[in-house]
């Protein structure tokens, strides 16, 4: 069996202060099961992390980043009752550490896995099922035909949002930063996709929905995009900021919503997913988008978790299009 090992960010700073380091296999805790990892997610939050971005997890260093991945039960702890040794479970808002091969994690925060969905479309997916489940399902009453604005649409978000929004009869409007990225939008079914590099999306919008707006914006892009993102609105329409890709939402005034009553939301998945129940119950519609072989999930890159630095600076970038996931090296080269 190989070494186990994991990654840690050695210091606040740039993709090269991930560093690996040789771990023993943890030991259960009385409430927790060891995994050994098979997919390991790669998310912006780890970006946050390691730049020292404020977030409420804030670990210092050196600590190991990731929030989400696929495991296979090898150890359950003594008052362990409901989940089984061979067994394969996925987990998220368990803290961080995910960036290696082995873990120890609560037991309450396990999701089995159904044995239909591939370990690393969960790794590339969950995180990003869960967040569309209650943008679209808990934010506000969504009707057929009521229109939204998808930021960054050919993402990993932005990819399950636009898909899961035309199954509920949302007309879609998307944008994009490339020619590309506008092609793989409507492909993915979006009404309308501009590329908000080379046209100002506001005008558009504004074209688009003959002066009317959209009912909500959902932004995950943050600090480029959130001011013209209110100007997309209907009145008392919404933007849901739930990520800042282009950095932190600056500050702005309240009675900037005044004149038409908008609301504006800063949620995050945790939140949402802090009960087990509603976990659970969230899982169940997010495993059946990604259990759903028509809905489209980009892989961008696969690479082995030693590699860890190089997916950051890949996502950073901004050029990949979909998701990233590191697989333990044993895993990518079994001959080794």
């Known amino acids: 069996m190989a070494s186990p090992f994991e990654i840690q960010v050695t210091a606040i700073g740039g993709p090269e202060v991930l560093q690996s380091r040789s771990i ?4 259960p805790a009385p409430h927790q099961v060891v995994l050994v990892h098979t997919a390991i997610g790669v998310n912006f939050v780890d970006i946050y992390l390691r730049a020292g971005q404020a977030h409420s997890h804030n670990p210092q260093p050196p600590f190991v980043p990731g929030i989400n991945a696929v495991g296979e039960i090898v150890a359950l702890g003594s ?6 040794l061979g067994q394969k479970v996925t987990y998220t808002n368990a803290g961080v550490g995910s960036y290696s091969t082995h873990v120890a994690v609560s037991a309450e925060r396990l999701i089995p896995v159904p044995p239909d969905v591939d370990d690393v479309r969960v790794a590339a997916g969950l995180v990003r099922a869960l967040t569309c489940q209650y943008l679209l399902k808990q934010m506000r009453q969504l009707e057929p035909g009521t229109r939204v604005l998808v930021h960054a649409a050919a993402g990993g ?5 636009v898909q899961w929004a035309k199954r509920l009869g949302l007309v879609v409007l998307a944008t ?11 492909a993915l079914g979006a009404d309308f996709a501009i590329n908000y590099r080379s046209e100002d999306f506001v005008s558009e919008v504004k074209r688009i929905t003959q ?7 959902f932004d995950s892009v943050g600090k480029d995009t959130f001011d013209g993102s209110l100007k997309c609105l209907e009145p008392k329409g919404l933007v849901v900021n739930f990520g800042t890709a282009s950095g932190q939402v600056e500050g702005f005034a309240l009675q900037d919503l005044h004149s038409q009553s908008l609301w504006v939301c800063r949620p995050t998945l945790r939140t949402y997913i802090a ?6 119950a969230m899982s169940v519609e997010a495993f059946g988008i990604l259990g759903d072989p028509t809905i489209r999930l980009d892989i961008d890159t696969l690479l082995p978790l030693s590699q860890a630095s190089e997916a950051h600076r890949l996502l950073e970038s901004r050029t990949t299009q979909g998701a990233i996931v590191l697989i333990p090296d044993a895993l990518m080269n079994p001959q080794e």
């Not at 490339?178 to 939008?185: D, H, L, N, R």
């Not at 002066?211 to 914006?217: D, L, R, T």
């Open 24 to 27: 023993e296999v943890p030991v």
């Open 79 to 84: 008052q362990v009752k409901d989940l089984q």
């Open 157 to 161: 978000v932005g990819q399950i949002l």
């Open 176 to 186: 994009a930063g490339s020619e590309t990225k506008v092609q793989t939008a409507l």
């Open 211 to 217: 002066g009317q707006g959209v009912s909500v914006v």
């Open 275 to 280: 009960n087990r129940a509603d976990m659970l």
